[in-house]
Structures are given as structure tokens and as C-alpha cells.
């Protein structure tokens, strides 16, 4: 069982609380080639207050993917601007960490499991002591402090992403940004990393925008679900997660409130598919 959320930001549906970490604001997205352009995200807008976990979901090819490169400052946007702590976002910035869903591309594996979470702490300058203490404390978090002289393709799926969980975790980001990061694990696997996220957001206090094609993933971890149209993109509906704070796989699962939300959430990506089917026609 998850411990309850003792410190949930009591934000609204809009987002807004005591301190906003993330302001997207009109965002949009056009991918310029040599014969033409495309679309991609239309008109994005929405904030998340500092300590949420927000989950992002909408059709394949609804741009949630592009989104969160921009947020992370990897795509420059069309139109519009990110804020990070009211500071605009014009590349990379400081205190944001990024889990990809192909955790197998994201890590070295001539490395050692230390040596990729150690990884991104050297380029950041950290002192070797200090270093030390940040790896210990990540591996621990995530369960993976005894393999740590593994190496990547010695350990299983779940493994491996841990390991790049406790690469971010480690950089002590004030923002986690994470694209479908269990995707490619079996179901498993993916309930005990699910369980693990929701154990880091509580104990670290970190903001989370978490994107997820997996509806009932969306409704367990998050306390708002953004539900994006097809593309190009826009924001179909923004929804609050009355959940108890206090989460695990069965107990939450089998309420009615998680039905219901469920099916709320299905039905949006639903009318966010016939409305595209219905443009394209």
C-alpha cells in the first residue's frame, strides 16, 4: 500500500494553488519541413502547481509526446511559452529530469547501474562525496542498492527503468517529467513502478507531469488528468482525481469513484477520436 499524501497541494481543477511550477501558456507546435508543414499541437494551456503529480492522456498522435519536449526545452515551441518557476523555458532547465519510455536507449551499458546514475551528477559538477550520498539514497529508494555493479543488459525491463528512475531522482529535480516510462513492461511489473512513483512524489515533494496512454494508470497515479484532443492539439477537458490520497492497486481499482472517473477519461479520448475521424472524412 502507497502511504497517504499527507502533504496533496489542495490545488483546483484549473491548477492553481499556493505556487504554480509549470505555466504553459498557448503553447503551439508547427513542424516546418521542405514541402510543408504540419500542425502538431494547436493550442495548449494549463498550469501545474508545485508538488503535483498531473497525468497527461489523449489518442496516439495527439502530441503528448511533443509536449513534453517542449516543457523539457528539447523543441522550441511555434507560439506561446513555458514557465518554469515564472522563468521562461528557452532550453534545458536547471531542476528538471526527464524518464523516457525506452529506458534502454537512455542508458550506457558498458556502465555500471552506479555509473549511470552517477552520470548526469559529474556533468552537473557535484563533489565525489556528495555524489556518493545522492546514488546511495536513489538506489536505495527504487530497490536496486544490491545490483548496483550490474551492468544495464544484465538486469530485466522493470529493472532497467528503475535505473533510470534513480538517475533523476538522484539529480534531485524539482520537476520529473516522465513520456509512457512503463509502457514496455509487463503488468506486473508496471504495478509495482507505478506504486514506486507515487511512494518518490510523496517522499520527495517533486512535480510530476506524467504522460501515459493508459487510461487507468492516469486515473491511479495522478491528482488531475489533462486530456488532450487529437491533433492538432488542444486541451479537451481537465480532470480532478477525487481519490484518497492514500492509494493501492486493489482498493483504489475497485472503487466506484475510480470507475467512474475511468470512464469519463475513456469517453473524452473516444470523442477525441471521432472528432478526427469525423474531420478527416
Known amino acids: 500500500m502507497v502511504p497517504d499524501a499527507t502533504r496533496l497541494p489542495g490545488t483546483t481543477v484549473a491548477g492553481t494553488g499556493p505556487e504554480v511550477m509549470l505555466d504553459i501558456r498557448h503553447v503551439q507546435k508547427i513542424y516546418e519541413g521542405r514541402d510543408r508543414s504540419v500542425e502538431a499541437v494547436r493550442d495548449l494551456d494549463f498550469r501545474v502547481a508545485a508538488g503535483e503529480l498531473v497525468c497527461v492522456v489523449g489518442p496516439s498522435g495527439a502530441g503528448k509526446t511533443t509536449l513534453l519536449r517542449c516543457i523539457a526545452g528539447l523543441l522550441e515551441v511555434t507560439k506561446g511559452e513555458i514557465l518554469l ?4 523555458v528557452t532550453g534545458p532547465p536547471e531542476g528538471m529530469a526527464v524518464v523516457f519510455q525506452e529506458y534502454g536507449r537512455s542508458l550506457f551499458p558498458w556502465m555500471t547501474v552506479r555509473q549511470n546514475v552517477e552520470l548526469p ?3 552537473k559538477g557535484v563533489d565525489r562525496s556528495e555524489r556518493a550520498r545522492l546514488v546511495d539514497e536513489a538506489l536505495e529508494a527504487v530497490g536496486l542498492a544490491h545490483v548496483h555493479r550490474a551492468h544495464p543488459w544484465q538486469l530485466s525491463g522493470g529493472m532497467q527503468q528503475r535505473v533510470a528512475i534513480a538517475r533523476a531522482v538522484a539529480y534531485e529535480p524539482r520537476v520529473l517529467l516522465m513520456d509512457e516510462p512503463f509502457a514496455a513492461v ?3 511489473t508496471r504495478a509495482e513502478l507505478e506504486d514506486l512513483i507515487l511512494r518518490l512524489w510523496q517522499r520527495l515533494n517533486v512535480t510530476i507531469v506524467f504522460v501515459t ?3 487507468d494508470e492516469s486515473v491511479y497515479l495522478g491528482q488531475r488528468v489533462i486530456v488532450l484532443s487529437n491533433s492538432p492539439t488542444v486541451v479537451l477537458d481537465d480532470v480532478k482525481i477525487d481519490l484518497p490520497g ?3 492497486q486493489v482498493t483504489t481499482r475497485s472503487r466506484p469513484e475510480f470507475s467512474r472517473l475511468r470512464t469519463r477519461i475513456y469517453q473524452l479520448v ?3 477520436k471521432q472528432q478526427n475521424a469525423t474531420a478527416r472524412a
Request: aromatic share 0%; charged share 40%; no cysteine.
Open 85 to 88: 518557476s515564472n522563468q521562461k
Open 121 to 123: 551528477l559529474r556533468e
Open 186 to 188: 509487463d503488468a506486473q
Open 213 to 215: 496512454h493508459d487510461i
Open 246 to 248: 492514500e492509494r493501492d
Open 270 to 272: 473516444q470523442l477525441a
